[in-house]
């Protein structure tokens, strides 16, 4: 073998083809979030490399969620790569439904994957999704509008002076809402928000013995507090906004304020998207003074499911995917402000990062969620915006439904709690909780 053909052989472990090895087309399923969507145009440097084409399923959240899940519990097959997160890959993980990802390169370093990412994403010590990009959640404000209204966005800020500030902000005569929130329905949509809201002041989903407590205060605290605040200050018809929508209201100058996903620091202050991209601040996520702020814990993740045929192929893809060279792809296309973050710590300690903006921030938020200890007080389950249970995010999504028809005015806190109450303490009831 000549010096330049172990060269090309021993640069990347996840390009290097022999011979007799044959092209594989995998079939991949992602959310429809920018990031994705940008990997998606940088497919043809994965495929010059190794040979493998892509054929990509690109969802709207809770589309996706119910796809994947529904072929993996029917083994149906139809996708060799899955786009989940830290509630499914433990679950998925300890049923045997996901390969494990137990013998990556060493080039591609496992180690460096930050430890609340691989942490979460994991089941008894072994990985079974590589993060694409992890993310807390925290404040995305208008520097603008915050000094218009004569206010200073404190670092670690109250809901009390967000619902001050929102209101503040608010001019309905020229389309500004002083907050957007998501309300849409969804476990992982606007029941995500509110569960992570509501561990702020001091509500759980259950109590150690698995009773469900939507008819405690804190509850009632919570969604009283949201919708008051969002029929204030909140866009008009924000029951059926969730991410997508509230990026694309703030990103078109309609957002005082705008809590979410720290990955969407980099779309809102991206001139060719935003209209106030040089115009936006950061804080994080609000609290009550109870000791626990109403951030979260994500990453949206690759994981192959047990039934594919073609798990080298998809390996090989992950490592392209969620390796340092691809963050070093992205930026030497579009910038180290667009890069996937949240993931690795060496991206926080690259000086060309350091840098961006909401970088550290990010990073800060990250580092504050605690999935094991996510509530005021005791709870029997890990996770901050979810329990990890199975029975979970069927709950969740009819909770969700309720909370989204009161913010739609068809129906009161009370009856909503109420419904709330029902349903979750049947469901526990029928799987053998309690």
């Not at 619902?163 to 949509?189: P, Q, S, V, Y």
């Not at 008819?215 to 507090?225: E, G, S, V, Y």
């Not at 580092?367 to 029997?380: E, G, I, R, Y």
């Not at 526990?428 to 909780?433: C, I, N, T």
Request: net charge negative; with cysteine.
């Amino acid at each position: 073998m000549t010096l330049r053909v172990r060269t090309l052989f021993g640069a990347c472990a996840i390009c290097a083809l022999s011979t007799a090895a044959t092209a594989d087309n995998i079939v991949i399923a992602t959310v429809n979030n920018g990031d994705m969507i940008r990997m998606q145009g940088m497919t043809d440097d994965f495929t010059a490399k190794t040979g493998h084409t892509v054929e990509w399923v690109t969802l709207e959240e809770n589309v996706l969620r119910q796809r994947v899940t529904t072929d993996i519990t029917t083994k149906g097959g139809a996708f060799d790569i899955m786009t989940i997160g830290m509630y499914e890959t433990p679950i998925w993980g300890k049923n045997g439904w996901l390969v494990p990802l137990d013998d990556l390169s060493a080039e591609y370093d496992v180690g460096d994957i930050l430890p609340a990412m691989s942490g979460g994403l994991s089941y008894d010590g072994t990985l079974y999704a590589a993060p694409f990009y992890g993310e807390s959640s925290m404040i995305m404000y208008r520097t603008d509008l915050m000094e218009k209204a004569g206010l200073s966005m404190p670092e670690a800020p109250t809901w009390t002076f967000i619902r001050e500030a929102a209101a503040a902000m608010t001019d309905r005569g020229n389309e500004i809402n002083g907050i957007c929130l998501r309300g849409k329905a969804g476990w992982g949509e606007g029941g995500a928000f509110i569960t992570a809201m509501s561990n702020s002041f001091g509500a759980r989903w259950f109590d150690e013995d698995w009773n469900a407590q939507f008819d405690t205060q804190p509850w009632a605290d919570t969604l009283n507090f949201f919708v008051g605040m969002m029929n204030e200050s909140g866009p008009a018809g924000y029951a059926t906004n969730g991410f997508n929508e509230n990026l694309s209201l703030f990103q078109q100058g309609k957002c005082g304020m705008w809590i979410d996903a720290t990955v969407a620091a980099s779309f809102v202050t991206n001139p060719n998207d935003s209209t106030v991209a040089d115009k936006v601040g950061f804080a994080l996520a609000p609290d009550n003074g109870l000791g626990k702020r109403s951030n979260w814990l994500w990453a949206w993740a690759l994981a192959i499911p047990a039934g594919s045929q073609k798990v080298d192929a998809a390996k090989q893809f992950i490592e392209w995917a969620t390796s340092t060279g691809y963050i070093e792809l992205v930026a030497s296309k579009e910038g180290w402000a667009n890069v996937p973050p949240g993931a690795r710590t060496s991206l926080y300690e690259n000086p060309n990062y350091k840098d961006v903006p909401f970088a550290m921030m990010t990073l800060e938020s990250i580092l504050s969620a605690d999935p094991n200890n996510p509530t005021v007080d005791p709870v029997p389950y890990v996770g901050i915006q979810f329990a990890a249970i199975p029975e979970f995010a069927g709950i969740a999504t009819e909770v969700s439904q309720e909370f989204s028809a009161v913010y739609a005015g068809q129906q009161t806190v009370e009856e909503a709690l109420a419904k709330a109450q029902t349903l979750a303490n049947d469901a526990m009831e029928a799987a053998g909780y309690k």
